[in-house]
């Protein structure tokens, strides 16, 4: 399928040759007839994409302050692989469309359907859904029509914060496209109107769809506003224009009666002058976007749903009232439309909207070939292919790589290891269609895909890296080891004990084939953990651990706290489980968990925890896991004493080995055996070498992880 993106680090624009995404659950699959440019909104996005690196700063302090937290926890060189990799990546473009359901993992549509999609919506020809990003589109109304639904729901929730009421006198600063639709949503509930903007171009069009006065918006406009207004001020101020100035905030301050209302749809300057509200007692109001539910996850992709008597319109409900409204022409769109390019030229369209030759537009159209059945998604490569195999390089190595999931973490740590480590890379999906090509362009990979199966079904695959949200981990590695492959899995391994009985058992009954399965605990690996092993190789008595992490919040709305995906504790504190047993050489048979009170109901505020393990040779570990310390302390700090000797190791850049009055000190480069890890997995895979990590020891530490959870339910120890 075809798709406009733009590169998160250079800005540029491309039409690109994409695989078609997969389906998920609670989501229908859509073939677009029609997608709208949003011009103020996309022109701000390729400016900021364009900007160089101090601009891009400039205009995101606040990723700024999450960099410099990130770089005195994790240390800079990890810190600016992460941001590497977030800008060598690509953006997609749009979220207003229109277009027919291929397939339907939901019962409110069906295939054949009609529809209007809002958010995920791109321009792209095939597009996935989520539910109540979605409407039915009657079928008076066209699939241009239709592709506007999006921008009438975001002008319409900004007429809703501005809870207008019928005669009152209301002010539209800025008359684009947001501003026209707002402009007419004003007029059919009864308001008097009127339209400021610091161009004329759109007055005429204003006029026609409903505006009663149109004014520049300058010093000079406060005379026929005050005039119009019987000396008045205006009642409410939408303000919908697009502008990094601090000139429409002020224009507002001046039209407004006392205790008028201000609402702010557009992105402006957010200087307010104090006076101004001081002394007329303004009120500002930030729509957000479409309405109740936009960015909220649990509504947005896991389907919950507002109840409508408390919540009357939620983003949805906004998005059908518009379509409604349209379909009644009592929202006339077809005016606004001034260009429309087929999506092949779809590059053209934005050299229109971004043009320094100023050329006039409102609505720009991107149309897509015409729908002709329920089929046409067999027409979409499920794969597309980069190079030719016959130029992937030689197979000497006996290994090569298929890769599932690319997030930041894979692209910023284990692709760059593969990539050094110069094995053989076919494959690579991921459910992101750009994502997938920039992958696969960028480290190499012979084709990519958005569907697994076209991993685990390539017979010329023989290692599988898994690299995608807990909650698939378990069924990937059965499913990679039912098709004879060596699997590497992020850690964890699984999220439930069953899932992990039913891995335990797949790869005994393949166990003729010899298939390397590890986890990803690669602190085992690092330096300056086996120079500690290795300090207490000699050691007779049990050890005694204590491992801090610092690992810091995460935002409530983050993928980790939805349902099924186990949380932090059990996506995280395994890592550090499995280094203590790697160090006491032993087996966790005892877990005690406690917690602090937590301080909220917010998603992560039950994150932090402290843990005491007992080993089987009688070790005893702590890992006290916070979430809630300072950025600027290293992440990991770990203390180990036994037998006369005591070791300390400081966020991987140093460790200190005391015993009999003497001290050393070594330095390392901060590395936490990532590197080390992936080669033994490669050599393992390659037959080379025996697993250094047995699955029992991978498995041992996952059920102790699990019983974190357990023990803090129970409110007592956990016997293995």
Same mark, same amino acid.
């Given at each position: ?30 073939? =677009? ?15 900021? &994409? ?35 990799? %977030?800008?060598? =990546? *690509? ?6 469309? &229109? +277009? ?91 308001? %008097? ?10 007055? /005429? ?24 207004? =019987? ?19 002020? #224009?507002?301050?001046?039209? &407004? ?12 300057? #957010?200087? !307010? ?21 936009? *960015? ?13 008597? *408390? !919540? ?19 929202? =006339? ?28 537009? !409102? ?35 006996? !290994? ?36 997938? %090509? ?7 990979? &012979? ?43 992020? @850690? ?5 004990? /069953? ?47 204590? *491992? ?31 280094? #203590? ?67 300390? #190791? ?15 000190? @070594?330095?390392?480069? +901060? +590395?936490?055996?990532?590197?080390? /890890? ?8 390659? +037959? %080379? ?32």
């Amino acid at each position: 399928m075809m798709q406009i993106v733009q590169h998160q680090r250079t800005g540029r624009l491309s039409l690109e040759e994409l695989p078609s995404p997969q389906i998920r659950p609670g989501s229908i699959l859509v073939c =677009n007839q029609a997608s709208l440019i949003s011009s103020g909104t996309e022109r701000t996005s390729i400016a900021t &994409a364009r900007a160089s690196l101090i601009g891009k700063a400039k205009s995101r302090p606040d990723l700024v302050k999450q960099v410099i937290d990130n770089a005195k926890r994790d240390g800079i060189v990890a810190t600016y692989r992460k941001v590497q990799s %977030r800008l060598m =990546n *690509y953006k997609e473009l749009g979220y207003s469309s &229109a +277009g027919i359901v291929l397939e339907s993992s939901i019962s409110e549509f069906r295939p054949g359907d009609r529809v209007a999609c809002a958010g995920d919506a791109h321009h792209a020809e095939v597009i996935v859904v989520p539910k109540h990003l979605a409407v039915a589109l009657p079928s008076g109304v066209t699939f241009e029509e239709g592709a506007f639904t999006t921008l009438g729901a975001i002008a319409m929730q900004g007429v809703r914060q501005a809870t207008v009421q019928l005669g009152e006198t209301v002010a539209v600063i800025g008359l684009g496209l947001l501003g026209l639709i707002t402009v007419q949503l004003l007029k059919a509930n009864g308001c %008097r109107v009127i339209g400021l903007d610091i161009s004329s171009n759109n007055f /005429e069009l204003a006029r026609h769809l409903g505006s009663d006065l149109c004014v520049y918006s300058d010093n000079e406009a406060m005379g026929p506003i005050r005039e119009f207004t =019987n000396g008045y001020g205006v009642d409410s101020i939408i303000i919908t224009a697009s502008s990094a100035s601090n000139q429409p905030m002020e #224009m507002a301050c001046q039209i &407004a009666h006392k205790r008028s209302k201000i609402v702010v749809v557009g992105a402006v300057g #957010m200087k !307010v002058p104090r006076p101004s509200f001081y002394e007329k007692e303004l009120t500002v109001t930030i729509a957000c976007s479409y309405g109740p539910g936009r *960015y909220d996850a649990s509504y947005e992709y896991q389907g919950v749903d507002y109840p409508l008597g *408390y !919540v009357r319109w939620t983003e949805n409900r906004n998005m059908g009232a518009v379509v409604d409204l349209i379909a009644r022409h009592s929202l =006339n769109v077809r005016p606004l439309i001034t260009h429309q390019f087929p999506i092949s030229r779809g590059l053209d369209a934005y050299d229109l909207i971004t043009s320094k030759k100023h050329i006039q537009h !409102v609505g720009v159209i991107l149309n897509y070939p015409p729908f002709e059945s329920a089929s046409l998604i067999e027409t979409h490569a499920k794969r597309i292919i980069l190079a030719p195999r016959s130029e992937v390089k030689a197979v000497s190595s006996k !290994v090569t790589i298929g890769f599932i999931g690319a997030g930041h973490f894979a692209q910023a740590i284990l692709l760059p290891v593969l990539k050094r480590l110069d094995v053989p890379l076919l494959g690579v999906a991921t459910a992101n269609p750009i994502n997938a %090509r920039s992958v696969a362009a960028t480290y190499g990979f &012979a084709y990519c895909a958005t569907d697994p199966r076209e991993i685990l079904n390539d017979s010329n695959t023989s290692a599988v890296f898994i690299a995608t949200r807990h909650d698939s981990h378990a069924q990937l590695v059965i499913d990679a080891l039912n098709h004879g492959k060596h699997v590497f899995v992020v @850690i964890p391994l699984a999220v439930g004990h /069953e899932q992990l009985a039913e891995i335990a058992a797949t790869h005994k009954s393949r166990s003729n084939d010899e298939l390397v399965l590890m986890a990803g605990f690669n602190r085992r690996f690092s330096k300056p953990f086996r120079d500690i092993r290795s300090f207490f190789s000699t050691t007779a008595t049990p050890l005694a651990i204590s *491992y801090r992490v610092n690992a810091g919040e995460l935002a409530p709305n983050h993928w980790i706290y939805e349902p099924g995906q186990g949380g932090r504790i059990v996506g995280e504190t395994c890592h550090f489980i499995d280094c #203590m047993t790697y160090l006491t050489n032993a087996t966790p048979i005892r877990v005690f968990a406690e917690a602090p009170a937590p301080t909220s109901t917010l998603p992560g505020a039950k994150d932090s925890v402290s843990v005491i393990i007992r080993f089987s040779d009688g070790s005893i570990g702590h890992l006290l896991y916070v979430t809630s310390g300072d950025p600027s302390m290293g992440k990991e700090y770990c203390e180990v004493s036994g037998g006369g000797g005591t070791a300390l #190791m400081n966020n991987f850049r140093e460790i200190v080995l005391c015993r009999s009055g003497k001290r050393r000190r @070594i330095s390392y480069g +901060g +590395g936490k055996g990532h590197l080390e /890890e992936i080669e033994h997995f490669v050599a393992a895979a390659a +037959g %080379r070498v025996r697993p250094s990590l047995s699955l029992q020891s991978i498995l041992d530490a996952s059920y102790a992880t699990l019983a974190i959870e357990e023990s803090l339910h129970r409110g007592g120890p956990i016997d293995l």
